[in-house]
Nanobody, 125 residues
Framework: HVQLVESGGGSVEVGGSLTLSCVASGDTIGRYCLGWIRQAPGKEHEGVASINSDGSIGYADSVKGRFTISKDNGENILYLQMNTLKPEDTALYYC?????????????????????RGQGTQVTV
């Protein structure tokens, strides 16, 4: 069983930056497809960024060029560097994990459910 704990959220001005972290325990994240999803009040959740077990990366069009996903397999930490933040980025951000290697990492962004998900960290712009 994998546990995911996010941190790094907060309030930031338009154009500002934040870095989210997700610490995983219970298994080695290198075996997983990982990513960040967000949910704003009254909206469906949106897959934001994903990183496959082979290191391939996918982004939602809404964040391409502004967000960067990365991971440290040794430390079992997933990151999301968010730059040039906009009011529409305001949401509860979750990290999620599935012990699969997806054929196209962008497809993970469209999944409605995930095997493991953290409790979330709030980002307000």
């Amino acid at each position: 069983h994998v546990q995911l704990v996010e941190s790094g959220g907060g309030s930031v001005e338009v154009g500002g930056s934040l870095t989210l972290s997700c610490v995983a325990s219970g298994d080695t994240i290198g075996r997983y497809c990982l990513g960040w999803i967000r949910q704003a009040p009254g909206k469906e959740h949106e897959g934001v960024a994903s990183i496959n077990s082979d290191g391939s990366i996918g982004y939602a069009d809404s964040v391409k060029g502004r967000f960067t996903i990365s991971k440290d397999n040794g430390e079992n930490i997933l990151y999301l560097q968010m730059n040039t933040l906009k009011p529409e980025d305001t949401a509860l951000y979750y990290c999620a994990a599935d012990r699969v290697k997806v054929l196209a990492v962008e497809n993970w962004l469209k999944w409605k459910t995930h095997t493991y998900r953290g409790q979330g960290t709030q980002v307000t712009v």
